[in-house]
């Protein structure tokens, strides 16, 4: 069975500090890692990730994925309010049709 | 681009009543869009695939007869929540896979389902 596990499930800190969010997965076939941030309605895409050791930029936020030690992080640098949300991870299998399986989630709570 | 519509946002329901969801996608065709399910405090779990032209793929566990997916065009999946129980209500997700994408999804706003 396929297994995507998020950790920490919840942090909170200060605004302008860094964070990183881990995913690991244990899945067969992996084709891609995707990241997710989910405020109140449907999870808005982040990034996806194919390639181990590339990392993918957009803004404050980063990601980078392992596939040897079958992991991703996210970091995201000097933190804001607006930041605070649930970020899924979810990965990709096959080439076909399948969906994503998704972990559990971090929620991120930023303190003014 | 990529955006992806639901219809209802929200719908309460009375017990073994049924309710039909739509998913459009605005801007792409999708071969693909899938079906996913939220509970409180939960993380979304797959319900099942819907391919255009083609019956849906149903997880395990997923009662087909209970949830009907039709697929009819390239641009929009329904969803109907058959002789729907309380047990039903939640938050149903669905996204789509633009045709050149690989794994790629885009999700809907979602729909708030209540059943009484």
């Known amino acids: 069975e396929d297994k995507v596990v998020q950790s920490p499930l919840s942090l909170v800190v200060h605004e302008g500090d860094t964070v990183t969010l881990n995913c690991s997965y244990e899945v067969t076939n992996f084709r891609s890692l995707l990241w997710y941030k989910q405020e109140k309605k449907a999870p808005t895409f982040l990034f996806m990730l194919t390639s181990s050791g590339i990392e993918k930029k957009s803004g404050r936020l980063s990601s980078i994925l392992d596939k040897k030690e079958l992991f991703s992080i996210l970091n995201i640098t000097a933190t804001q309010t607006g930041d605070s949300a649930v970020y899924l991870c979810?990965?990709?299998?096959?080439?076909?049709?399948?969906?994503?399986?998704f972990g559990k989630g971090t929620h991120l709570i930023i303190q003014p | 681009g990529a955006v992806v519509s639901q219809h209802p946002s929200w719908v309460i329901c009375k017990s073994g009543t049924s309710v039909k969801i739509e998913c459009r996608s605005l801007d792409f065709q999708a071969t693909t869009m899938f079906w996913y399910r939220q509970f409180p405090k939960q993380s979304l779990m797959l319900m099942a695939t819907?391919?255009?032209?083609?019956?849906?793929?149903?997880e395990q566990g997923v009662e087909k007869d209970k949830f009907l997916i039709n697929h009819a065009s390239l641009t929009l999946s329904t969803l109907t929540v058959t002789s729907a129980h309380p047990e039903d209500s939640s938050f149903y997700i669905c996204?789509?896979?633009?045709?050149?994408?690989?794994?790629?999804?885009?999700f809907g706003p979602g729909t708030r389902l209540t059943v009484l």
């Open positions: 979810a990965v990709g299998t096959g080439g076909g049709a399948d969906g994503l399986t």
């Open positions: 819907s391919n255009e032209g083609s019956k849906a793929t149903y």
């Open positions: 996204s789509a896979r633009p045709q050149i994408a690989d794994n790629e999804q885009f």
